[in-house]
C-alpha cells in the first residue's frame, strides 16, 4: 500500500451460503499498517441491528471483530480450526471455523483494489451448521 495514510473505501461483501447468494454495500476506512490492514465499517441490519465492523488482514490470516447491539470475535486461518464467539441480548455463543480458502488479490502491491476472499465451516456450541464463501472487495471511495 503507498503511505501509511487512512483512505476511504467502498466495500462490497459478497456471501454464497446454500440458501443464496447476497452482496452487501458499505462505506469505510482502510488503515493500512506495518505488515496488516484494517478495514473498518458500520453496518445496520434488522438481526444484528447497528455495530462497528473491523477486519485485520495480515500474512497469517483475517479476524473478524464486531462491537455493538452484537459483538463478536472470529479468525481465520488456512487449514486451521479456530475459536471465536458470538454475543448477543439473547445470550453468548461459543464459534469455531475451519477455514478450507482464504487469498488475497491486490491490483499492485499493496495496492486498491483488494479483494480477500474466505472460505469456512462453521461450528456453533460444538454443532456444524453451514459453510460460507465470501468475497471481501475494496475500491477507493473518491466520492466525498
Not at 24 to 31: M, N, S, T
Not at 46 to 67: I, P, Q
Not at 106 to 120: D, M, N, R, V
Amino acid at each position: 500500500m503507498n503511505g501509511s495514510e487512512p483512505r476511504r473505501v467502498r466495500i462490497e461483501l459478497h456471501s454464497l451460503q446454500p440458501e443464496g447468494a447476497s452482496v452487501a454495500e458499505y462505506r469505510g476506512i482502510l488503515y493500512p499498517k506495518k505488515n496488516s490492514y484494517y478495514i473498518r465499517y458500520e453496518e445496520s441490519d434488522a438481526d444484528r441491528g447497528r455495530c462497528l465492523v473491523t477486519f485485520k488482514w495480515e500474512e497469517n490470516g483475517l479476524t473478524l471483530l464486531r462491537h455493538g447491539e452484537v459483538k463478536a470475535e472470529q479468525s481465520f486461518r488456512l487449514g486451521q480450526r479456530t475459536a471465536g464467539w458470538y454475543s448477543s441480548p439473547a445470550g453468548r455463543l461459543r464459534l469455531e471455523m475451519e477455514t478450507l480458502k482464504l487469498a488475497a488479490e491486490y491490483a499492485e502491491e499493496g495496492g486498491l483494489p483488494l479483494s480477500i476472499e474466505w472460505q469456512y465451516e462453521l461450528w456453533v456450541n460444538d454443532e456444524k451448521t453451514d459453510r460460507f464463501d465470501l468475497r471481501l472487495m475494496l475500491w477507493e471511495d473518491k466520492e466525498t
